[in-house]
């Protein structure tokens, strides 16, 4: 799931060596906190949020795949 957001949220930004996700385990979640630059939060959020509703979408569909519950923190 992690490697699943690095490469979405890095295919978006201009400033891909800035991107990092890290990931917290939280009794039966896993919560992945994605970290951009100042510059690039606007292209990864998107307008009205569209493009981080997006990623979490896909993102719910490759867990409920593994069956595993996740959620994506935009920081």
């Known amino acids: 799931m992690r490697e699943l957001i690095l490469d979405i949220a890095k295919a978006l930004v201009d400033n891909p060596e800035c991107v990092e996700v890290s990931e917290v385990k939280k009794d039966d979640e896993i919560i992945l906190k ?42």
């Open 34 to 75: 994605l970290t951009v630059s100042e510059d690039d939060m606007g292209k990864v959020i998107g307008k009205q949020g569209r493009i981080a509703k997006a990623i979490r979408t896909v993102l719910k569909s490759a867990s409920k795949r593994e069956g595993i519950k996740v959620s994506l923190e935009i920081v």
